[in-house]
T-cell receptor, first 114, second 112 residues
Framework: DSGVTQTPKHLITATGQRVTLRCSPR?????VYWYQQSLDQGLQFLIQ???????AKGNILERFSAQQFPDLHSELNLSSLELGDSALYFC?????????????FGSGTRLTVV | GENVEQHPSTLSVQEGDSAVIKCTYS??????FPWYKQELGKGPQLIID?????GEKKDQRIAVTLNKTAKHFSLHITETQPEDSAVYFC???????????FGKGTTLSVSS
């Protein structure tokens, strides 16, 4: 157990729908990062939050959004889902948002859009 | 960071052999280079990292070397074991230094 908790583990939904993925960072970590992992694109950085504030954006689609709450858990919202959104979504956390000490990843949420 | 190329994409070795995975990066300002191991059904796990002020770092059977001039770094696994079978990812900071950019991964298979 890495200490980073992601729920749900699996999610199957239909095209056009909206889903919410949840992440609780490791105790004491203030920063949360979201990544999408697909077979052809590898691990793609989506967005980072630090202590409730958005800090960096990567290749995140406009249909996707995220937030970090006062208790530091984070949610990734995916809307108007398309077949191509099927992927593993990982959350990672770090202590101070300093990437020079690496991340701790959760076990991921596997999203299947049918 | 910003662009991280990783080779090979697949690597098959016999138990006891060594395995080497190589990565190149494009941003000469990058100063932190981690390696992650991802087992089936799990998230990536940090196994070793190196900073730009050293050229090599070892931890038991794994080592990482860094050549800043050539902008490449490598993961070396000696005396491979079946439990080393996994997908390995290299990474480097993006230009803004706000996130890690990952290589496409290397699937290592160790046969006994």
């Amino acid at each position: 157990d890495s200490g980073v908790t992601q729920t749900p583990k699996h999610l199957i939904t239909a095209t056009g729908q909206r889903v919410t993925l949840r992440c609780s960072p490791r105790s004491g970590d203030l920063s949360v990062y979201w990544y999408q992992q697909s077979l052809d694109q590898g691990l793609q950085f989506l967005i980072q939050y630090y202590n409730g504030e958005e800090r960096a954006k990567g290749n995140i689609l406009e249909r996707f959004s995220a937030q970090q709450f006062p208790d530091l858990h984070s949610e990734l919202n995916l809307s108007s889902l398309e077949l191509g959104d099927s992927a593993l979504y990982f959350c990672a956390s770090s202590v101070e948002g300093d990437i020079n000490y690496g991340y701790t990843f959760g076990s991921g949420t596997r999203l299947t859009v049918v | 960071g910003e662009n991280v190329e990783q080779h090979p994409s697949t690597l098959s070795v016999q138990e006891g052999d060594s395995a080497v995975i190589k990565c190149t990066y494009s941003d000469s300002a990058s100063n932190y280079f981690p390696w992650y191991k991802q087992e089936l059904g799990k998230g990536p796990q940090l196994i070793i990292d190196i900073r730009s002020n050293v050229g090599e770092k070892k931890d038991q059977r794994i080592a990482v070397t860094l050549n800043k001039t050539a902008k490449h770094f490598s993961l070396h696994i000696t005396e491979t074991q079946p439990e080393d079978s996994a997908v390995y990812f290299c990474a480097a900071p993006n230009q803004a230094g706000t996130a890690l950019i990952f290589g496409k991964g290397t699937t290592l298979s160790v046969s006994s």
